[in-house]
């Protein structure tokens, strides 16, 4: 019998495609032909980024390229093995010791990612008889972490220690059984910096919260590694919190421009993580290359703060013209800087048109944001000059005008 006569069992995967272009919701991928930058090859172009989360523009620093090549010389392009099969290299140690030191905890443990991180470390430490309370906007990885966790869990109103606190105060007081029992375990979970608004976590509040009710903070600095706190250690020191957040888990993959993710926290947690989380055990170690870059990129953002400064500096400005022309911004204290359109179809028309003007950012619409929050989202970078930034400017303002998102 002929292929043509039979039924094909994915079809109904061309229907639900068909429905996604219908409503405007689904996004070819463009092509990058060029490294990493402040000015990349997208589809055969030359444009301006504001999409990359290379906040230090160390993806293709000098130094982290030389960091890789040697690494691949000395120890070859793979590492052969889950770490705890054969594959841990002094390279993935020294990695982790200085991470314990750059974060000031204990220990650390590395992940392929921040998602495989978040989805290791949450299901390990928590089970039956924890609680994990998030906010609503916590990560896609947070979330998948819980539903791996045995552990019941509640959703507090994003960013209001409030009702985090009447959660909290609920949970102690009915217990796990509603007669008082109490759980082993209450974990708090929070994004550091929320990676579609750019706000940045209450974490005072949350943390004096937490203390309040004897429950354990964790806290996902993807977007703030790097960005926040002294050398871009992150929400934790960025707030002189140091020593009161139990789990900090960050990323290797945006301002440190490699790939990966870690947990920092004490020893013991290090020591069950290796015993017990799953990627770890069950998924290859990365490459020396990736764990040599990423060490060389902790040593950069301590000897080369003047990185630092001109993200933050790049950030300012970007906001203070991007405001002045009249688009609306909403409330991000980071380098993630929304241009809030609220219509779907509007917001991937308005990135389209940027891109005719050579400007990369992204359309962000339903269901990564609710139906009616669509954004362009843009993201400076330490890359970026000011004449780069000035052109982009010149490039929402051409495009907002023609769409009747500013007037003028
Ligand atoms: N957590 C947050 C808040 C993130 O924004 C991301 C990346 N989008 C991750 C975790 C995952 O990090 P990685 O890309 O290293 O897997």
Known sequence: ????????????????????????????????????????????????????????????????????????????????????????????????????????????????????????????????????????????????????????????????????REVLREATTKGRDGEGAPYRLILVVT?????????????????????????????????ASGVLGEDGRGTVNHFGLDGRVAIQVGTLSKAVGVLGGYVAGSQALRDILIQRARPFLFSTSHPPAVAAACREAIRIMQEEPELHERLWANTRRFKAELARLGFNIGTSETPITPVLLGDSELTIRFSNRLFDEGVFGTSVVFPTVALDRARIRTIVTAAHTEELLDRALGAFDTVGRELGVISG
């Open 1 to 164: 019998m002929g292929t043509a006569s039979r039924p094909n069992p994915l079809a109904f995967l061309d229907e639900e495609l068909a429905a996604l272009r219908e409503r405007h919701l689904y996004r070819p991928l463009r092509v990058m032909s060029s490294a990493q930058g402040p000015i990349v090859s997208l589809d055969g172009r030359r444009v301006i980024s504001l999409s990359s989360n290379d906040y230090l523009g160390l993806t293709h620093h000098p130094r982290m390229k030389r960091a890789a090549l040697e690494a691949v010389q000395q120890f070859g392009a793979g590492s052969g093995a889950v770490r705890t099969i054969a594959g841990t290299m002094t390279l993935h140690e020294e990695l982790e010791a200085d991470l314990a030191a750059f974060k000031h905890t204990e220990a650390v443990l590395t992940f392929q990612s921040g998602f495989t991180a978040n989805t290791g470390v949450i299901p390990t430490i928590t089970g039956e008889t924890d609680l994990i309370v998030s906010d609503e906007l916590n990560h896609a990885s947070i979330i998948d972490g819980m539903r791996l966790s045995k552990a019941p869990r509640k959703v507090f109103k994003h960013a209001d220690v409030e009702a985090l």
């Open 191 to 223: 994004d550091g910096v929320f990676s579609m608004d750019g706000d940045i976590a209450p974490l005072p509040g949350i943390v004096a919260a937490a203390e309040e009710f004897g429950a354990a903070v964790m806290i996902d600095d993807a977007h």
